[in-house]
């Protein structure tokens, strides 16, 4: 046989799909079983979830670094077929990562949880499988759970998105129930990829990571052409120039093989120094001999979300540098420079994705570095047009200009998508109400089941919303948003002063509408958490030079120990350690000492408010 | 010679009292005590070597309730004490004890043994009060314990007194002061409750049975202050008055970085620039006596900074303050060059005054005591 036929019979027994799903419904379990089931990882040495390496991944039960793994598997008709399983991000931030994997398959694994039916990021993940023109295998987790309702489910998925479900797997993941009939259904039902090796090399890049030793290690989808070590490539959007130092697959640890060849998928390594410089989205080709088109779709990931991260009392700045710069090398969508404010001296303003971004990015910082952060109110980029005509973007509400200098400003404005069980529509019709949500139409999706389309200001989002959204329908609410454009709005920044001094790392931008409200909860937060001074603490709220909100700490009145027994100087003086650690602990503003705490209570939903 | 405070620890009470967290314990066989006097004596003879360059100068027997150990008893540690210490002529030696414990004769047995103060645990002139709380005498036993003191030829008397408890009005404290005085003792000593851990009282005011007041624990506290002062006590420490000369010279070694041996179980001791402390464990404690071995289970050299540290937050107790002058010999610089930023906050806050080389807490600023000290403390 030549070498050209073995390949071809090689190329139709490849399978590259992903595995999509609506967060908790099971798609990393499945991913286990199935790496179980082909032999690759037995269960002893099996951490749960493998895909999801990550600590913070398995503690919140989704994926935020992509992971892909080769297997192979024996079918029924007896031959074998390699599996490039795309482990895809399960949340709303990472929605492009998302579309990009499942532009490296032919097909996806649509897994829905016969308890809970179609959701809010099953719909969306669905359509961008549906626009990647994927084959969708629907299959229908959680069968063993005494409330699974498979018929529903399967007519859901049906009527909902029009996908054909009445031969769906019926499956328990965590039991290991009929995980072969996936196997088989992905041999059937994905398409074999196509492709020509003898053509222009073209490969999308689908994810990257940061090794010490190799660089960044690309993960790479080949449409075309060959790449072997010592090829020289170019990427397409970045324009430069590598020559490939590895190519390799996962299976599931990166293992070296000689070439990758048009339908595979796996990794290549060109001495690239950070991720940044191998986007994802973009096309890599031969730079001899280039393709004429990069593949579509590339587009540059932009941050939504910023905040200023700042070294907590008695941690380093370099240190907090360090980290970010090492987090920056892996992770293209996170952006930082250096800031100063005056509360909290030298610090970085950040960007994000969104929400969910930021705070993994602050719990790496704390979990993984071991450093001590504040992190200030998030905000978004507000369009700032001046009176002289000029326009600032503006993500730090201390550099926004004086009232008189500014004509007008505009904000971002998300298209939310909030799927909601039907009794709890009026709760949520009246949250969006409150965050200014203008309701554009309603679905519904079943008897039970609404979706609400809504355009709603970014910062009304950015703050407790998604909180809100899960304690006001019992965590059956899910949330799904897209950038839609800037609005011209009534904005004003609100400031929040300690013992009369204003504290910068507390402003926030705020809507006329919402500042009186945003100004009195903040103050009664910090009531909560600011301990009790020798004197009477105000906290005060403003708009300019007017006080909207106004709490007061109330000075101690007693803080005296009475009895030192026997000569136990030890006792005492362990409890005024005690305490001075405790203040050591806590950012000073002038005379007021403030808990870390407090940066993060200011932003947390608190239902009773 | 350098002078020297004796303390011993008596770990026994009748009854533990509901809000108490000293180590004591109650019910103990008169085989046990007998056994753990033995070990005091024991530790006595072992810390005799190293203590020849001091003079003894204040002995203080607490617990406990050492008003409860048998005369016998007593005697032999006494005697020990003297036989194995150099003991200075104008020693104050004192005794705790509790209303109830004392007789004619046992109180013409502690004169006799050289005891010349006798500190007594009445809490509260009400009997409801003194069963809430758990104490095992009543009202009536102290004022016959009193004047049997008063007879016997006492005349350097202590009154232990406890505010703030629950269900205790302004007037019931006015009261009990009231009556107090009205006995003219040398001392009085006046706590407010604190729920300590591990109390049958940290139970209840846990569980949300009582919030603390802190509003009316001040008033309760400057009601005593000012009354005390009228009368012709000197306020001299943070929780205790005495007629001057009447100072308790013990207690005020804690509070001025002087010497003392803490001898028994759990005691505290700072010698030769040394922290430390004995087992607490009462069969251990026994055990390692009787085989000589060492009982202290806590050792700590003070560092520089421990010194300025427990100088200042000591000092601040004694009314009269720390002496600057002291402090600047000891530490061979002024206590602002130390902390600059402090004492002028502190100073212009009205919480600390500075007068006659004295640095000394205001009235205002004793309410909120641990805070100012809080700040002297160097981590």
Known sequence: MGEGKRYRMRQNNIRNFSIIAHIDHGKSTLADRILEQTGLISQRDMKEQFLDNMDIERERGITIKLQTTRLVYKAKDGQEYIFNLIDTPGHVDFNYEVSRSLAACEGALLIVDATQGVEAQTLANAYLALEEDLEIVPVINKIDLSSARPDEVKKEIEDILGIEAENAPLISAKEGINIEDVLEAVVQRIPAPSGNTDESLKALIFDSYYDNYKGVVVYTRIFDGTIKKGDRIKMMASKKNYEVTETGVFAPFPTPVSSLKAGDVGYITASIKQVADARVGDTITGAEHPTEKPLPGYKKVIPMVYCGIYPAEGEKYENVKDALEKLQVNDAAFVFEPETSTALGFGFRCGFLGLLHMEIIQERLEREFDLGIITTSPSVIYKVVKTDGAVEMIQNPSNLPSVQQIDYMEEPIVEADIMVPNEYVGNIMELCQERRGVMKHMEYLDANRVVLHYDMPLNEVIYDFFDALKSKTRGYGSLDYDLKGYERSRLVKLDILLNKEPVDAFSMIVHESKAQYRGKFVCEKLKEVIPRHMFAVPIQASVGAKIIARETVKPLRKDVLSKCYGGDISRKKKLLEKQKEGKKRMRQFGEVEVPQEAFTAVLKYDEKK | ?379
């Open chain 2, 1 to 379: 010679m350098k002078p020297l405070g004796l303390y011993v620890h008596f770990p026994f009470c009748i009854k533990k009292c509901h809000y108490c967290d000293f180590l004591s314990f109650e019910k103990i066989s008169y085989e046990i005590i007998a056994d753990y006097c033995n070990a005091v004596i024991k530790e006595i003879e072992k810390r005799k070597q190293d203590l020849n360059d001091y003079t003894v100068d204040t002995i203080f027997l607490g617990g406990g309730t050492p008003s409860l150990i048998p005369e016998e008893s007593l005697e032999k540690i006494i005697v020990s004490i003297y036989n194995n210490f150099h003991i200075a002529n104008d020693i104050e030696f004192t005794i705790e004890s509790n209303p109830k414990t004392l007789s004619k004769e046992k109180l013409d047995f502690f004169l006799s043994s050289g005891i010349n103060r006798i500190s007594m645990g009445v809490q509260a002139l009400d009997d409801t009060l003194l069963n809430f709380i758990g104490r095992v005498h009543s009202v009536q036993d102290f004022y016959k314990n009193y004047y049997e003191a008063r007879e016997a030829g006492f005349r350097n008397i202590n009154t232990d007194l406890i505010f703030a408890i629950p269900n205790q009005s302004m007037k019931k404290w006015q009261d009990t002061m009231e009556g107090i005085i009205e006995l003219k003792p040398e001392h009085i000593s006046f706590y407010s409750l604190k729920y300590e851990e591990g109390t049958p009282f940290y139970e209840r005011y846990s569980s949300g049975e009582w919030t603390e007041n802190d509003e009316e624990d001040r008033n309760m506290y400057w009601h005593a202050v000012n009354k005390l002062r009228r009368k012709g006590y000197i306020h001299y420490e943070i929780s205790n008055a005495a007629v001057p000369g009447y100072e308790c010279r013990h207690n005020l070694k804690y509070w001025s970085m002087e010497e003392y041996l803490g001898i028994g179980l759990g005691a505290h001791s700072y010698l030769r620039n040394l922290r430390f402390s004995n087992e607490r464990d009462l069969n251990k404690y026994i055990q390692n006596a009787n085989n000589m071995e060492d009982n202290r289970i806590w050792i700590y050299q003070n560092k520089i900074k421990d010194d300025i540290s427990e100088f200042i937050f000591t000092g601040l107790r004694k009314r009269k303050g720390i002496c600057l002058n002291d402090f600047n010999e000891r530490f061979k610089g002024s206590i602002e060059q130390f902390f600059p930023k402090e004492i002028d906050n502190l100073l212009s806050g009205n919480w600390i005054e500075i007068k006659e080389n004295q640095m000394m807490l205001t009235d205002r600023g004793v309410d909120v005591s641990n805070s100012i000290m809080s700040k002297f403390i160097i981590l």
